[in-house]
């Protein structure tokens, strides 16, 4: 067995920065928590001779949660009722209207002007393509509702969470909460009836971090590799995305062993504020050029496969099939523009991005962006075999046989066009094409 392989599985590097990130309380963009996270990512990649630690920073509008209330029909202030971040500090009171999974058509179809709406937080089996929370949100907005409620559609009394914002439209027009599958269920039943909802939060200009690991010889062109730091604040955000920099923790360490294999720079980053709209990663994709290509690790080690998308970029497919079968790592390519997570500031630039994550369970998300993600969440067998993998693969297309061209912006936009995801980006005002 290669020296680094037999690292990963004895060392736990990773593993060991996986429980740090895991065990500060909240890792929200702005707050003390997400730069803790920083602070400890900074010190890991520290550890290894052959990185360059360097650390940018850039400002974020920090929210942090005070109350969240709904009344009238019933009188709820418990904990399965949360304030969706970047929701203002408002009230609204009206009738609740159940748009059900909250497609487009369900839009369409009923009136909303002055209700709340009632959406779950997963997508109809029919859709063909991710209807996203912020486009619910903005259809909302849009049809002129008072509020909105996002039912999380999964049992266990968890509530849901998920930003309403982001950099250039930071808070939501109307309050936005999310609640567990039980209570919006009873919601539900009370169709057509006043509710009033109320939720107070705060809100200051904080700062936040990217944190680079730069690796490997100096060329012209680099492999950057990102994972976002930050999480939501009702969980620990294990899985979703501690897994994330942990992997790229693991990454450096095995790199720092194979250090004479690749053949391109490499730059890993630990990025901020992902979770309000990907500020970190659009801050990194503004500052550099001569990008080989990007990947983005967002949500690993929770189940065995793991899923690929490539955003329309042929060459990975080849590379990602070589490396599954080289390390019997179960995986599914997607060939499709995914245009959510961090890889996202780079494709829409027309640079070559393939987004990594857990397969999804289906119906959509598992534990993220509940209470539940927690790091018993996180497997450790998974979490060894994905950074074997993902090492492989980062070493594989660092390679100069490795070959992958940019695409032109108006391209991705065409690729948009054809997978059906320009609606969603239309929709919620972030169609950056002509
Ligand atoms: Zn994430």
């Known amino acids: 067995m290669p020296g680094w392989i037999e690292q990963v599985y004895l060392e736990r590097v990773g593993w060991d920065h996986l429980e740090q990130l895991c065990n500060i309380d909240n890792r929200l963009p702005g707050t003390d928590g997400e730069k803790s996270a920083a602070k400890a990512t900074e010190r890991t990649f520290d550890e290894f001779d052959a990185v360059e630690t360097v650390v940018e920073t850039f400002d974020i509008l920090r929210w942090e949660r005070e109350k969240c209330r709904l009344s009238g029909i019933i009188d709820y202030s418990g904990f399965e009722a949360v304030a969706l971040p970047r929701s203002p500090s408002t009230m609204a009171s009206g009738p609740v209207i159940d748009l059900g999974y909250g497609m487009p058509s369900d839009f369409e179809e009923e009136a909303i002007e002055n209700a709340i709406v009632l959406v779950r937080s997963d997508n109809s089996p029919d859709s063909s393509r991710t209807i996203h929370r912020r486009e619910k949100y903005c ?6 509702a008072a509020g909105f409620i996002f039912q999380h559609h999964k049992s266990g009394c968890l509530p849901v969470t998920g930003s309403i914002g982001t950099d250039s439209s930071p808070i939501g027009k109307i309050p936005a909460v999310g609640t567990s599958k ?8 009370t169709n057509g009836q006043e509710l009033e909802l109320s939720v107070s939060c705060h809100t200051s200009y904080e700062t936040s971090r990217n944190v680079h690991a730069v690796m490997g010889p100096d060329t012209e062109k680099e492999v950057i590799v990102v994972a976002h730091m930050d999480a939501h604040d009702i969980c620990s955000g294990a899985v979703d995305n501690a897994s994330g920099v942990a992997t790229l923790v693991e990454i450096a360490a095995a790199l720092n062993r194979r250090i004479n294999e690749l053949e391109t720079q490499v ?3 630990a990025v901020g504020a992902e979770e309000v709209g990907y500020v970190g990663s659009d801050h990194l994709a503004d500052r550099m050029t001569d990008i080989k290509t990007v990947v983005n690790i967002d949500s690993v080690a929770a189940r065995p496969s793991l899923q690929f998308m490539t955003n329309g970029f042929e060459p990975f497919g080849p590379a990602v099939n070589n490396v599954l079968d080289r390390t019997g790592t179960s995986g599914v390519i997607i060939e499709k523009q995914q245009p959510y997570s961090d890889h996202w500031p780079f494709v829409k630039r027309g640079i070559p991005g393939l987004a990594v994550t857990n397969t999804p369970p ?4 598992s534990w993220g962006h509940t209470p539940a993600d927690t790091l018993d969440k996180v497997d450790q067998r998974c979490f060894v075999d994905h950074a074997i993998a993902l090492t492989e693969l ?12 940019s695409k032109t912006p108006s391209e991705i936009a065409q690729l948009l066009v054809q997978d059906g995801a320009a609606a969603g980006l239309r929709a919620v005002d972030e169609w950056d094409f002509e």
């Open 267 to 269: 730059r890993l980053v």
């Open 362 to 365: 289906a119906g959509g998300r």
């Open 139 to 144: 259809r909302a907005v849009s049809g002129g």
């Open 394 to 405: 980062i070493v594989e297309i660092a390679n100069d046989e490795f070959k992958i061209d």
């Open 182 to 189: 039980e209570l919006g269920e009873r919601l539900r039943r």
